[in-house]
Structure formats: structure tokens, C-alpha cells
């Protein structure tokens, strides 16, 4: 069993530590948080509190960190960290510029130890139906993929709301929803398009509409809102061969699949004030519908892979050059939408 | 009752047809078709058939005449019938270009006679909901309106897959979805993008995504698919205070209106693979859902008001102005497509 000190017990610091006590991998060796009142509350949950970052980071029997405070300060904890001979993970965003990831990667490629990225929502039950979805090929290759997230309780009113800490929904949601379209879509993305809500918000971006173009001609759209009192779906996938739809990440994937196309003259429908022959819709005979059963998903596998590969018996599954392109698109989405334009990118 | 003619008597020719045989304003003269076929089956149809369009445009009964033709021969019919003294009805989309627009209303002025275009679908009760929820103001300025038709059938195999026939999607259902979105936004475009698609014709477009942003900051986003397998809901609206969506014509619009924002802390809530704040859904405390009753429509009031406004009674209800807007629009559509990017305007 490995060792886990956990750096920030936060929302998600306080997650990892209930986690990790529940894991067939690893242990807890303890917290640190600078503030008083989560040390408190870390104490009160029979966590061991260090005294320090430093008295944590000297601890000779933790394996390994995991980086959960404020994005602002992920890069001088990270270095410091593999500095002192531990394996690193981060929260999610790793920082806000691909510069500091590059300076990470570097620190940890002198350390010889591991750094990765805490990208959990790889194991969300919807976006692993879309990606085993498009590596089925049951509906053809992937022509366009659409994800929304919609919520309705604006930008969080702490530090996620204030720009020099990294707030903003593009580092908070959007870095997973933007992770896991790049895990479905590994051809280059040859342009993109972002651009940012405030309406709750104008220091930070409290939602965006991102609209990736890659080489092969496919396309996604990645959508983060906080001011919306219904939501759209979730998942939307047009392929050669069918559509398929999420509607909550609670719900089957449901599946239309052309089985003929038929380019017989077809019998116009009414539709609202008019017909119409192009909208007219498909039956049974040429489009087959079914729905997916819900994937299995077991966000221990992350820990599982972490504590294998700091053996060396297995690779990290979130990579260096995942979390740089990731961290790539993010930069390119602040610059779209600084300029209102289309970017030309090569990532 | 107004005696009215109809050039072209294919689809939509056959079903103006149909609808003046049963109105209470106006009585059908005829029609014609260079055809031999269509004219075949209008007098099957027990419906008058003129020999050319010079005798039906000679006819002096004949008040008025509706263009039913391919979308690259309405300029010319429209000026030879308004030199023929006679009140106009062009089909959408009036024609392809700003410059054939300004031709067609220098031609209207110069006859002193009326010239308007078959904008059907602002009778589309999907339409006149958003339109009267937008109106009524009970959740605030709208923020964003997005509309989409979603079909699977690709684009219609006659010359509406040909360019120089005015083909394309942009040009068929498009222009629909720009008007009624124009019905509902009268602030200036300041800026647009627009992406096309070419799934199953590579000469015209078979789809399109087009986002405009206005002058006050509100946007919408138009979109028309005709590879979609599964279809997204026809209108999302937020707003303000709420949001509402019409996931089919045939349904209700549900509205979700905020009637407090509460600000304090939110419970973090399961969703897939990791807790969330921002995405915590609001309970009936502070958000109130309703449905709304679908509106009454009657397509007949489209030619009811051209009847009154022959005879000075009325203002027409689609405009020059109107027309040359949604026409504006388009152009820009095609630019921003070419190019790219996002366009800068001022319509």
C-alpha cells in the first residue's frame, strides 16, 4: 500500500482523503491546509494533520502528494514537491499557461518521479459511453460531437470567481469537458473558436461556447453554463452512420442507426405552418433506435494506476502530453475569445 | 375577395394553391408551370392552367401572383409581374443576393404596387411561443435564443442540391430560422459566424451553424441539420430571470423562472464521477416550472393582411426592410463560411 499526503483539504483535498481511506491501493498519511478551520475539520474526521507543507513534504514515509488548493498556487507546490522526492498529483487545471505546465513536466523529468493531473472525469459514466461509443465504430466514424454542461447557481462565490487564483468555468468544468472530448478526438485540432459568458460574473468567464475543428474535417462543441434553469443534453453525437443522444449523465446513451439510406422520393409531412419533405422523419425500415446500458466506471482505477505506475509497472494514464494539449486548447480559448475571432492552431 | 395566380406549381406552387382555394379573402386565377407534367397535374386538380406566364400576367382579373419557382428566376418573374401591374408574393428565399433585393423593391416602387415575400413560418407555433414568451417579459430580457431543425433525409435531391439554382440549406429552411429570429431580436447585428456543412452534397450546403451577436450583448445561435439521426429541442431560450425550451413543434414550451437567486452555500451534489457546487440542480424554492399553452395560429392571416394592404387597409406584415435584413444576413453567412471567422456587421 502506498502513501498519500493530501496538500489542501478543500472541497476536493477533503474528496481525495475520503477517497484514498477507502482504497485497496494506497493509504492516507495525512493533510495540510493553511487554513485553521480545515485542519479543524480534518481533525475532526481522524485525519493526522501535519504541521506544515514542509513538515508534510519531509515526511519519509509518503509516497506521494496530491495537490488540491487554489490553481494559482499548483505550480510552486508541485515543483516542490517532486523536489522533495515525492510522486506528484495535481488537481485539475494543473495551472493556467502551458509556460508553467512545461516548467512542471521539466522539474519532474530532473526529480525522476511521477506528476500527474487528477483528470477524475474520465470515469463519468456519459462521457465513457461516448468514447467506447466511437471506438465501437457501431455508428461510423464520430462527425461531430456536442457536450453541455448546464447549471444554474452562477460561478461559485470563492475563489473560483477571482481571476489571479485561476477562477473561471474554462479552468473549473471546462478543463474536464475539454480533457474528455481530446480522449474521443486524438487527430490535430487545426482551429477553434471560444467564446465566454459573464453574467454573473465579469472577472471571470462564468460559462463558454467552444467550438474545436480538426484535420480530418470532424468537429466538437464544448459547453460550460451556470446561468441556465434547464439544461440541454448532455451528450450529442452525429457519426456516418446514425446519431446518438445523453440526455443526463443518469440516462442510457440512445442510439439511431441508419441501416438504408433510401433516396426514393419521400412524402412530405406538415410541419408547424408548412411541409416539408426534408424534415420529414425516418421509420423503422431504414433507421434502427436502441439504447446503451450504462458503462462501469470505478474512479479508484485512477489511484489504481497511479500506485502501479509509481512501481513502474504500468504508465500513467493521464500523460504529459495530454495535460499540455489540454492546458494548449485553454490558452487558445482565452485568446479566441479576447479577439471575437477563429484561431488557426496546430494542437 | 382579391383574384390571385400562381407561377410554378411544384411543392410549394401546388400547396399556395390548395390554401387560396380555401381562403375567405382571396380566389385562385390559375396557375402556371413550364412543366408539361405540373401543368398536367394542376387541371387534374380542376385548377385553371394559363399558357405561358405572359397570358396568366395579361389576365387582367388577376390582382395578384405568387412566384413559386426555383429560387434563381424570382427576380426576373418579380419585375415582369409588378410591370404587369400586379401586387407581388415571392417565395422564400426572395432571392441570393442584397443587390437582386434592392432591384426587386426599385421595381415595387416604380409600379406602385406591393411586393412581398411567403414568410410562412412566422406561423410556426413553435416560433410564436418563443416570440410571445420573449414579449411578455415574465423571464426578463431573453440572453440568448438558439433554434434548431434537425432532419435526416440530406439535402433534397432536385435543384435545391444546385448552386446555381439558389440550392442549399442556408437558402431553404435557413431563411426561415434567420426571419424568425430577426422577429424577435430588432437590435443590431454587430457581429456573426457561420459554419456550413457538406455531409451529403458538396456544392451546396446541407446544414449550417450560424451565431449572432447583438448590439446589447444577447446572441443566438441558428441552426438547421439534415444528417441528424436524433434531433436536439427545437428552441432554448435564457433569459434573465429563467430559461425555456421547446423540445419539439408539437409541444409546449416549458419555462423554468427564478424567482430567487439565493446566494448562500449550495450543497455539493453527486454527478458521475466527482461532486459538484456549481452544478447543484435548484429545487421549487427558488425556481418556479410551468408549461405554456401552445398559440393559436392560422396560416390564412398571411394572405388576409396582403388582401387588406392591396386595398391601403393594412401595412404588409413582411417588409422591405425585413427582407432586406434576413437577406443581409445571409450574404454575411456565405463570407463568414468562405473566410472562417467571424465577421464584423452592422444589420
Redesign the interface.
Known amino acids: 500500500m502506498k502513501k498519500i499526503a493530501v496538500i489542501g483539504y478543500g472541497?476536493q483535498g477533503a474528496?481525495h482523503c475520503g477517497q484514498i481511506l477507502k482504497s485497496d491501493v494506497c493509504t492516507l498519511a495525512g493533510t495540510y491546509d493553511i487554513r485553521e478551520v480545515r485542519r479543524a475539520a480534518a481533525a475532526a474526521n481522524g485525519i493526522h494533520v501535519y504541521g506544515s507543507n514542509a513538515e508534510l513534504l519531509a515526511d519519509p514515509q509518503v509516497d506521494a502528494v496530491v495537490i488540491a488548493t487554489p490553481n494559482d498556487l499548483h505550480e510552486a507546490l508541485v515543483i516542490s514537491a517532486l523536489e522533495a522526492g515525492k510522486h506528484v498529483i495535481c488537481e485539475k487545471p494543473v495551472e493556467m499557461s502551458v509556460a508553467s505546465v512545461d516548467r512542471m513536466v521539466a522539474a519532474c523529468k530532473k526529480a525522476g518521479k511521477l506528476f500527474t493531473v487528477h483528470h477524475?472525469?474520465?470515469?463519468?459514466?456519459?462521457?465513457m459511453a461516448m468514447k467506447q461509443l466511437a471506438a465501437s465504430g457501431q455508428i461510423g466514424k464520430v462527425?461531430n460531437l456536442?457536450s453541455r454542461?448546464?447549471?444554474?447557481?452562477?460561478?461559485?462565490?470563492d475563489w473560483r470567481g477571482e481571476k489571479e487564483h485561476g477562477g473561471g468555468?474554462i479552468l473549473?468544468?471546462g478543463i474536464h469537458l475539454i480533457d474528455q472530448i481530446l480522449q474521443i478526438f486524438k487527430q490535430k485540432i487545426v482551429?477553434l473558436?471560444c467564446?465566454c459568458s459573464h453574467?454573473t460574473n465579469q472577472e471571470v468567464d462564468d460559462g463558454f461556447k467552444l467550438?474545436l475543428y480538426f484535420e480530418d474535417g470532424a468537429?466538437a462543441h464544448v459547453e460550460l453554463?451556470?446561468?441556465?434553469?434547464?439544461p440541454?443534453?448532455r451528450f450529442?453525437m452525429?457519426a456516418e452512420k446514425?446519431?446518438?443522444?445523453i440526455t443526463d449523465?443518469k440516462h442510457k446513451t440512445?442510439v439511431?442507426?441508419?441501416t438504408c439510406?433510401v433516396?426514393k422520393d419521400?412524402t412530405?409531412v406538415q410541419?408547424?405552418?408548412?411541409?416539408?419533405?426534408?424534415?420529414?422523419?425516418?421509420d423503422h425500415l431504414t433507421?434502427d433506435e436502441y439504447d446503451l446500458e450504462i458503462p462501469q466506471?470505478d474512479?479508484h482505477d485512477f489511484y489504481r494506476n497511479f500506485c502501479l505506475a509509481m512501481d513502474g509497472k504500468a504508465e500513467q494514464l493521464v500523460t504529459h502530453q495530454e495535460i499540455r494539449r489540454v492546458m494548449s486548447v485553454v490558452e487558445a480559448c482565452f485568446e479566441s475569445d479576447a479577439k471575437?475571432?477563429?484561431l488557426e492552431v496546430n494542437i
Open positions: 472541497g474528496w477524475n472525469r474520465r470515469w463519468d459514466v456519459d462521457f462527425l456536442e454542461v448546464h447549471g444554474s447557481r452562477g460561478i461559485p462565490s468555468m473549473d468544468w482551429r473558436y467564446t453574467i467550438e468537429s453554463g451556470t446561468y441556465n434553469f434547464l440541454l443534453p450529442y452525429q446514425g446519431s446518438a443522444l449523465w440512445h439511431a442507426k441508419l439510406w433516396e419521400v412530405p410541419n408547424a405552418a408548412d411541409i416539408t419533405k426534408t424534415m420529414a422523419p425516418r433507421l466506471s474512479v471575437k475571432q477563429t
